[in-house]
């Protein structure tokens, strides 16, 4: 299993700033992914980080609106850049345990409450 | 495209009685994985519970059972004694054996009533 340290929990944050959210897991992983859920929604996926590479983001995600780093294999952050209150959501950081052959499980941070005022 | 249905938003159970939440899936893949997870008001995404296709036996775990319809693709999540720990929201995902990009359901809100 691992265990996925996500800062910070909340913040609350003026428009037209940005945040930087952070992801620490306790193990090497190689396929880190950030998630979107907005208020009593589901998740949606903004973008997969892979270590030594530039982030695949989905549809209707940029880089410059969430510019991602991935580092190391323990390690990434995500940015909400020039943040408005529509980016006001519940942010994720997730991994998928590819340490054995077959699926596991993802694992999930504790999420980051952003609220943008 | 691959998409999954969770028709139900909200579902209340008595503590102690069995609640059903259901979750159907379009898929043309024949491998692919199937999960329930739970979201309670902390944000903390846990694993209920998984099922791989492949597996014609339903998985169980503890008081959280599945029935696995491949035909039908279908996954409902049988929550036995419900407990009021058990209140969150759950959601229904899928991926298949290539990729490891989850398809999420909409989510059903459970509310336990003592």
């Known amino acids: 299993s691992a265990v996925i340290s996500q800062k910070p929990s909340r913040d609350i944050c003026q428009r037209g700033t940005s945040l930087t959210i952070q992801c620490q897991v306790d193990?090497?992983?190689?396929?880190m992914f950030w998630y979107r859920q907005q208020p009593g929604q589901s998740l949606t996926l903004i973008a997969t980080?892979?270590?030594?590479?530039?982030?695949?983001?989905e549809s209707g995600f940029v880089i410059d609106k969430f510019p991602i780093s991935r580092p190391n294999l323990t390690f990434s952050t995500l940015t909400v850049s020039n943040m408005s209150p529509e980016d006001s959501s519940i942010y994720l950081c997730?991994?998928?345990?590819?340490?054995?052959?077959?699926?596991?499980?993802?694992?999930f941070g504790q999420g980051t409450r952003l609220t943008v005022v | 495209a691959q998409t999954v249905t969770q028709s139900q938003p909200e579902m209340s159970v008595q503590e102690a009685e069995t609640v059903t939440l259901s979750c159907t899936y379009d898929t043309s893949e024949s491998d692919y994985y199937l999960f329930w997870y739970k979201q309670p008001p902390s944000r903390q995404m846990i694993l209920v519970i998984r099922?791989?296709?492949?597996k014609q036996q339903n998985a169980t775990e503890n008081r959280f059972s599945v029935n696995f319809q491949k035909a039908a693709k279908s996954f409902s999540l049988k929550i036995s004694d419900s407990q009021l720990g058990d209140a969150a929201m759950y959601f229904c995902?899928?991926?298949?054996?290539?990729?490891?990009?989850?398809?999420w359901g909409a989510g059903t809100k459970l509310i336990i009533k003592p």
């Open positions: 995902a899928y991926r298949t054996n290539s990729n490891y990009q989850l398809i």
């Open positions: 099922q791989e296709a492949y």
């Open positions: 980080a892979n270590q030594g590479s530039e982030a695949t983001y």
């Open positions: 997730s991994v998928e345990d590819q340490s054995v052959l077959v699926a596991t499980e993802a694992f």
């Open positions: 193990s090497q992983v190689t396929m």
